[in-house]
């Protein structure tokens, strides 16, 4: 068993350091920020994630947090675990990256730096070249992308589709895959460069499997088909596969916006235009947008139209509001000057919904409303089609930014309902005879 540091106590770099302990390594976390420390000293999770608090108390004994970087000296592994948030250029900011690094401890042996979080193509090659200028050419480097889903972090860990390990030096490579023992799962050995870009180029991949399929939506919506029918037929053919293929609002969160620009600046830094990535991004802007023309359809002007928002987070499973498209939605309805009415179980936005009334229940950000939006899709929202919240609207409009209701039951249920790409067609019969003939003879 090893000893593994960890720089970064945030999603990847918490569900690393206790899965490592899981598999019988020792591991420590260091973080910059006290309160998330003092917090896990205490056995509680700085955010919410599936598991996190019975897997910190089953490794109580083999996983300790820090302030202070020169408490991982002495392990075998570093794994570098921090944000690489997009600067103003939609370049990486790998700011945390570097800092880390200065502030690597003393080592008197090999150890391997291991970069997890999801940084530019070309970054190890920078890394060495600094661990070299600093006479740490006995630190070995290994690019390890992480693939993980917030909400199902800590299962994606263990069962993760593929573990990539790009390493300068074998016998790194192997240190690091060795770390796995235990995980079942294909390794795939790679350069370090191509294990930069097979991080960049799966998220871009899953990103314009979203965008496609909303601008199938869209188009179903203008069309007369159902975006979730054509979507089960297309997803069933094994060439395709059916994830990833979910109309909706688009998608937000930690990670993909981010890695989009980084991978279409990388591209074009590089003197590349990135065209497919690009509208891949720009359809994302616009489909979140597109909740307010539904919107508008019904209600006309949104001024003073009390707007309920279901959901906040990115998505369901995670308090993470990185990016979320609850944030645009917000705001762009609070432009229209509309009320708005929020409501998550988990996510507290803070600042980012300015403007906005937080309310603690469904039922009570609906109170009163001309319509409600499913912005992200908890499963508890399932219940809103009870006669309770229908009674409590002032309109029951439900616009389905997820599609997660069945139409004909919201529709049943009393409601006027729209989802995204779901207006199927359906033959309602010929007209009466008399009728027709008129309209056969013109
Ligand atoms: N969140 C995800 O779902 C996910 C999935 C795969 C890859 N990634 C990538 O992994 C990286 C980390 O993502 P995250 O979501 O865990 O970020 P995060 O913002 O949740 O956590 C980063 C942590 O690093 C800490 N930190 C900053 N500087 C530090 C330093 N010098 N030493 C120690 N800690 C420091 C921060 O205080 C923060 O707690 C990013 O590059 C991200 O793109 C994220």
Redesign the pocket.
Known sequence: MARIGI????????VTGISFADLGHDVVV????PD?IDALQHGRAP?HEPGLDEALERNDRRIAFTLD?DDLAGCDALFV????PPTYSGD?DLS?VW??ID?LPAFDRRVVLVM????PVGTGEKVRAALETRGLSHVGYVSN??????GR?LDDFVHPDRIVVGAYAEEDGQAIEALYEGIDAPIVRTDVASAEMI?LAANAFLMTRISFINEIANVCEAVGADVTEVARGVGLDRRLGPHFLRAGIGYG???FP??SLALKQLASNSGYHFQLLSAVIEVNELQKRRVIQKLQKYLGKLRGRKVALLGLAFKAGTD?MREAPSIVLASRLLAEGSEVRAYDPVARPGELLQGAVLCGSALEAVRGADAAVIVTEWPEFAGVLDPEYRDAMARPLIIDGRNMLDPAEARAAGFTYEGIGRQASSFAGLPETEEREAELRG
């Open positions: 720089f970064g106590a945030g999603w990847v770099g918490l260091r973080d910059v920020q998330r955010f970087a675990c921090v944000g690489t990486a945390a800092t880390a502030e997890k979080s999801t940084v992308p992480e693939f993980l889903s917030e972090a991080k969160g930690s990670c981010k890695d993470d």
